[in-house]
């Protein structure tokens, strides 16, 4: 008879995940119930005359955003195609209602309004794609670290035992080419300038945080006997360690490389590497140790899957380091985004060409090593949810041009441009957005990404320890998931609130 323990570990092992299409399909579907959301401020404040309080935003952000999330990964994971039509249908309407009511450019004719448009500057503090991609990929993470121990959880959906492509195999890759998006490389161009071996100290220094709670983590789930997934990273390893060693390692890259050429060394690593999967022991080693029967004993052995795959995330990083340097660089004209939201769109496509081509003649995608294929699958579904985001930015903002004073958090400030006229260009930003803070769910979960990852996996513990998951009914699964979700989110909006914040570095 199995342990409770056992009975877990067996649930969550040997799965086969599901196609790229699926995937794809359920990451696109946040990107546009975001855009939905920046219609429906529009529409209540503008149309209806609702006043925003932070509670009706924090209601509206997470009956827009997170119930659907938590939807699509449960109940409703076998209708994704038919939620993406919903969501596009309710957009559109909400869209024509409001063109049709526009305050700005009533009486002109669509064209004008788009040639005027198409003129405009935007500014914002931050990307307003990159941060919801951030919140998207950790939101999708904490749904799923505690949907997948309920029954109510489609296994497909599940990490892959070798091969395949699972929902959650994109949570840890994602996650990483969010991370580096927003890198203080990337952010801070001066942090690189002056002493080599003072900016490699200050990256040293600011791991240390994820050592600790690494450690921290580790010691706890061996101490109460927590079920484990032990082909996942191996016996003591786990995602803080492969942080740990990514943030280490990349440092060391762009000390030597130029930061421009980021693709090169992901390419390079991503090729050599699986060069030697191919051609060296490296493969056997991961899937069957030193002594080719599965061993565990030694620090290598334990721990082969998380310590060797941790090239592939480094490959990841330097990707993410690379498309937010790009998108960084394009961000002041609504033409110029236009232009990088098409330019991400094509090379996601490329790189699913490239995927095919790769899974049949080289070797399918494998999260446990982090091979070349899934190196690839990462970061053209991160490119496609992020084009996604860009685009849907892009008509939030039109639509913000079509109603004076429109002002909806985590989007783009509209602005004069050189050769339109001043007083007009003055009134596109209202003086309430200028001054107040950004009530928004979203930009709270961007700025404390970190609380809401620990909360999240603190949580899930908890929950695991109290609650039968395996033999839970389908409502009450549901009732604890969303519960679980509102808790967090609601805690890390109230500390984003009182501007209460965890800093390492």
Not at 93 to 117: M, N, S
Not at 220 to 228: A, D
Not at 336 to 344: D, E
Not at 464 to 479: G, I, P, R
Request: charged residues 15%; proline residues 3%; positive net charge.
């Amino acid at each position: 008879k199995m342990s409770q323990k056992q009975m877990k570990e067996a649930f969550v092992s040997n799965l086969n995940g599901t196609t790229v299409l699926e995937i794809t399909q359920g990451l696109c579907f946040p990107a546009f119930c975001i855009l939905c959301r920046g219609f429906l401020i529009i529409f209540s404040q503008h149309i209806c005359s609702f006043s925003h309080t932070w509670k009706t935003r924090f209601f509206i952000d997470f009956v827009v955003l997170i119930v659907p999330m938590v939807a699509t990964l449960t109940i409703w994971a076998s209708f994704i195609l038919l939620e993406l039509l919903t969501v596009i249908i309710f957009g559109a309407g909400l869209f024509y209602q409001i063109y049709r009511r526009r305050t700005c450019y009533a009486r002109v004719p669509f064209q004008k309004i788009l040639e005027k448009f198409l003129n405009i500057c935007v500014e914002s503090e931050y990307i307003p794609a990159i941060s919801c991609f951030r919140v998207i990929t950790s939101a999708f993470t904490a749904i799923a670290i505690l949907a997948v121990d309920f029954p109510l959880f489609p296994r497909r959906f599940a990490k892959t035992e070798l091969y395949g492509t699972g929902a959650m195999d994109f949570g840890v890759g994602g996650f990483v080419f969010g991370t580096a998006m927003v890198c203080l490389e990337i952010r801070r161009r001066k942090y690189m300038e002056g002493s080599k071996l003072c900016y490699f100290t200050n990256s040293l220094y600011s791991v240390w945080p994820l050592v600790f709670l690494g450690i921290g983590r580790l010691a706890i789930i061996k101490s109460i006997g927590y079920q484990e997934h032990l082909t996942e990273y191996g016996v003591h390893w786990n995602f803080f360690f492969t942080i740990i060693v990514v943030k280490l390692v990349t440092p060391l890259l762009l000390i030597i490389f130029p930061l421009n050429k980021s693709w090169i060394i992901a390419l390079s690593i991503t090729v050599l590497y699986q060069l030697a999967l191919d051609f060296t022991p490296l493969k056997t080693l991961i899937l069957y140790g030193t002594d080719g029967n599965g061993t565990r004993v030694g620090l290598l052995n334990a721990n082969r899957e998380g310590i060797i795959s941790t090239l592939g995330y480094v490959a990841i990083h330097m990707a993410g380091v690379q498309t937010g340097l790009y998108v960084h660089k394009n961000r002041s004209h609504i033409k110029g985004l236009i232009k990088v939201a098409c330019c991400l769109l094509l090379a996601a496509i490329s790189l699913f060409i490239s995927l095919y081509v790769v899974q049949v003649n080289v070797e399918a995608v494998s999260r446990r090593m982090a091979n070349l294929a899934f190196c690839i699958w990462i970061v053209a579904s991160s490119l496609i949810l992020l084009s996604s985001l860009l685009l849907g930015d892009i008509i939030l903002s039109f639509a913000k041009f079509l109603i004076k004073g429109a002002l909806v958090p985590c989007s783009w400030k509209l602005i004069q441009s050189p050769v339109t006229n001043k007083k007009h260009s003055e009134s596109l930003v209202p003086e309430t957005e200028r001054r107040e803070p950004s009530l928004c769910l979203i930009t709270a979960l961007n700025r404390k990404q970190l609380i809401f990852f620990l909360l999240s996996n603190i949580t899930t513990g908890l929950i695991n320890l109290m609650v039968d998951t395996l033999h839970s009914s389908t409502l009450w699964a549901l009732f604890v998931v969303n519960l679980y979700m509102f808790s967090n989110c609601f805690i890390v909006y109230v500390l984003y609130l009182q501007d209460k914040t965890i800093k390492f570095w």
